[in-house]
């Protein structure tokens, strides 16, 4: 095999497997290597011992209104329908929908709105208007009041973030919505929502079995891996690549507790935040996902729980790339790409490599019009 048919490929998440098979069915014969000793970076899942489906890194809930993503993830699984909805934790215990909808605000407010124009009324009533906000604080307070911001937001985002709202820029929480009716849809705008009926791993097994494809798992990179491969696509983080010689490129990491409780307590919402100022975030109660509980339990059933942390406090896993309102490292990562740039045969490729957070069909999108360009312009 000619040196320029062969392509290493750095991670089996999303981004390297979409890349594999692409190139696999152009006839190129493609290496990929893991430094886990799974595939599916982080949407593999696997079935655990109270017979549930566990997703190890958190919950993936799959939505898109991109048909072609669909279309392409449809050859590999049987994909059935889930229109996912969250639940809030208020402190006396009550659960309340989340995002804030009509339903949130009779609750909490103990009283009945009989139309849009009443649930604006009552928020307007709340809002501390501030001209020009500067900050996610100013933001929220002028838009539905302090009450709110500091029941849904304050405690969440110090959690989720380590950050105070008053250092976030008032854009990640601009697209944060707010309903006036009862709809409990969290991604009301994605025509498609749906999961893998046997799993994320059994997706990317299928994804992956092509006989140009061959899989290595604990394998880390190497330069060495590169000197058979006429290009590399890489997923892995692209300031470790430079040995952050410009700079640490930040991640918000998760430590996941699993804990097994009676079947008969969990009901309601697969997934439901916590309002509280502890450390943990949300639960996700797996069961309550379609095709989640194979039955073989023993009464008890597994529920997840959630608490942020540095990515230095979790073995360097990295899931959320750190925004400031000062675009500082983002500022880093435009010099990383650019040394990227001068690099041959070699392109960083999703979450890490692109240091962005991106959906599981964000990734899978501009993977393969990023592959389907690269094969063309190499044929
Ligand atoms: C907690 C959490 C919840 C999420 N929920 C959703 C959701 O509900 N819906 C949704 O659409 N998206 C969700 N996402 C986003 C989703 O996980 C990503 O879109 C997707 O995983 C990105 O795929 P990727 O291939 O870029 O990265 P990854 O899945 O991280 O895969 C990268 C792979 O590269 C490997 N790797 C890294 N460095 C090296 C190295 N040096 N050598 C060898 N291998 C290496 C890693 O081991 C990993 O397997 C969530 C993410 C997180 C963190």
Redesign the pocket.
């Known amino acids: 095999m000619r040196r320029d048919k062969r392509v290493l490929i750095?991670?089996?998440?999303?981004?390297?497997a979409v890349h594999a098979r692409e190139l696999a069915e152009a006839g190129y014969l493609v290496d990929v290597?893991?430094?886990?000793d799974h595939i599916g970076?982080?949407?593999y899942d696997h079935v655990d011992r109270n017979g549930v489906r566990v997703h190890k890194?958190?919950?993936?809930?799959?939505?898109t209104s991109n048909a072609e993503v669909i279309e392409w993830l449809g050859r590999f699984s049987e994909l059935i329908p889930y229109r996912h909805s969250v639940s809030a934790r208020l402190p006396d215990s009550r659960l309340v929908p989340l995002p804030i909808n009509r339903e949130t605000l009779e609750t909490l407010f103990d009283t009945r709105l009989s139309s849009e124009e009443e649930a604006k009324a009552l928020l307007a009533a709340q809002a501390d208007p501030v001209a020009e906000p500067r900050n996610a604080d100013d933001y929220l307070r002028s838009r539905i009041g302090p009450r709110l911001t500091d029941l849904f937001f304050r405690p969440y985002t110090r959690k989720m973030w380590g950050l105070e709202l008053e250092d976030m820029d008032p854009s990640v929480v601009k697209r944060i919505p707010l309903r006036l009716d009862y709809s409990r849809d969290y991604f009301p705008n994605d025509t498609f929502q749906v999961l893998p009926r046997e799993g994320y791993t059994a997706l990317f097994t299928a994804i992956l079995d092509h006989p140009n494809i061959s899989v290595t798992l604990n394998?880390?990179?190497d330069d060495s891996l590169r000197k058979d491969a006429g290009w590399c696509f890489n997923?892995?983080?692209i300031d470790?690549y430079f040995d952050c010689a410009l700079g640490e490129l930040p991640y918000r990491s998760?430590r996941f507790h699993h804990e097994t409780r009676p079947q008969a307590e969990v009901t309601g919402t697969a997934v439901v935040n916590y309002t509280d100022t502890g450390p943990f975030t949300r639960e996700t109660r797996w069961c309550l996902l379609p095709g989640h509980d194979s039955g073989a339990g023993t009464g008890g059933t597994t529920v997840t729980v959630e608490e942020p942390c540095s990515y230095q406090d979790n073995g360097y896993e990295r899931?959320?790339p750190v925004k400031t309102a000062d675009g500082r490292y983002q500022e880093i990562y435009r010099r990383y790409a650019a040394e990227a740039a001068k690099l041959e045969r070699m392109t960083f490729?999703?979450?890490?490599?692109t240091y962005q957070y991106?959906?599981?069909?964000?990734?899978i999108n501009q993977s393969l019009v990023q592959c389907r360009k690269w094969i063309a312009s190499n044929s």
């Open positions: 750095v991670g089996a998440g999303f981004a390297g290597v893991d430094q886990r970076g982080n949407a890194y958190g919950p993936h809930l799959f939505h394998q880390s990179f997923a892995m983080a470790a998760i899931y959320y490729i999703g979450r890490c490599g991106l959906d599981m069909h964000q990734v």
